[in-house]
């Protein structure tokens, strides 16, 4: 028997008369080999006869569809048809194809342009068709919000005629990362307002994206950044608290005991960073930068330089 859901998609609407609308009979299935072409008149025809105002739908897509009755194969026997020849490359393919097609469906679906990690789960039957983008003519299914185990009618071509795949696969959205929500000027230290996520670019695992905010505000960029740019570990990094030639607190530590004087920055750098200071002698020494304009010596290494 051919019913509504076997012929339309409805794409809009959810409500207990929805899902008896979709088991609604249309007629019988046509046989094994032969072709049935139903019109979107036809089945305006169907619902009119039984009380649904045809003006209450709107329409979208192909006007006529093609079903081929298929002789049924028991489900415990469809994984252990494989066709003669069929090797590694074709499934290959054939994957690849099939995740396309989700893939365009997907995003046309939901509007965007989403790098959709598909695994579909192929039937031995259909691979050396599906290996052939052109033997794909249509694709229906799948269930909000698109993501996890999902089911896909495919239209394939198949000796002159086009029958229908119920094709399972599982989807998933790729990583989040951050990104810059709107230009972003270097040495700006960086706020939650002036980030934002977005999915990781395809093939760019290993690229040092952050996949959380909150680990990156606070942070000083380093150059500077555009509209939906990801931040990388490269270009964050601890505000600067030191700049060339500025005029820093020396201090030289010996146990418990402290001594301070006053040198100058031969570097710039943030909290923890080693650089190079000029003492008040000409004396050259290196540092560790401990807080704003503030640097720290052992006494050892000063005592060490003047000799």
């Known amino acids: 028997m051919v019913r509504l859901k076997d012929v339309v998609e409805i794409v809009s609407g959810s409500s207990p008369s929805f899902d008896k609308l979709k088991e609604m009979a249309l007629g019988p299935a046509p046989r094994d080999g032969q072709v049935q072409t139903w019109h979107s008149s036809d089945v305006m025809q169907h619902l009119e006869l039984r009380g649904i105002n045809p003006k209450s739908i709107r329409w979208s897509g192909s006007s006529k569809t093609k079903l081929q009755g298929v002789k049924s194969i028991k489900p415990e026997l469809q994984e252990t048809i494989t066709p003669a020849f069929l090797d590694e490359s074709i499934i290959v393919h054939a994957k690849s194809n099939v995740s396309a097609a989700i893939r365009e469906y997907l995003n046309l679906k939901t509007r965007s342009q989403v790098d959709w990690r598909i695994d579909p789960q192929l ?75 977005a999915p990781m670019p395809k093939g760019m695992e290993d690229k040092g994206y952050f996949t959380e905010i909150k680990v990156i505000v606070g942070k000083q960029l380093r150059r500077s950044m555009s509209t939906n740019q990801a931040l990388t570990r490269d270009v964050i990094g601890e505000p600067i608290v030191i700049q060339r030639n500025e005029l ?25 960073d080693l650089i190079d200071i000029e003492m008040q002698d000409r004396k050259k020494l290196k540092a560790t930068i401990v807080g704003t304009s503030v640097v720290r010596i052992s006494a050892t290494s000063a005592v060490t330089q003047s000799r």
């Open 248 to 272: 820093v607190e020396v201090e030289a530590v010996s146990g418990s005991v402290v001594v301070k004087t006053s040198g100058k920055s031969l570097g710039s750098g943030a909290v923890g």
């Open 123 to 197: 039937a031995t039957q259909y691979c050396k068709l599906l290996q052939s983008r052109r033997n794909i003519t249509s694709i229906g299914g799948g269930t909000e919000p698109w993501t996890g185990e999902q089911e896909f009618i495919f239209q394939i071509k198949m000796n002159g005629q086009v029958v229908s795949a119920t094709i399972k696969a599982t989807v998933e959205t790729p990583p989040m990362i951050v990104v810059a929500s709107g230009p972003i000027r270097r040495d700006q230290i960086v706020t939650t307002e002036m980030l934002t996520y």
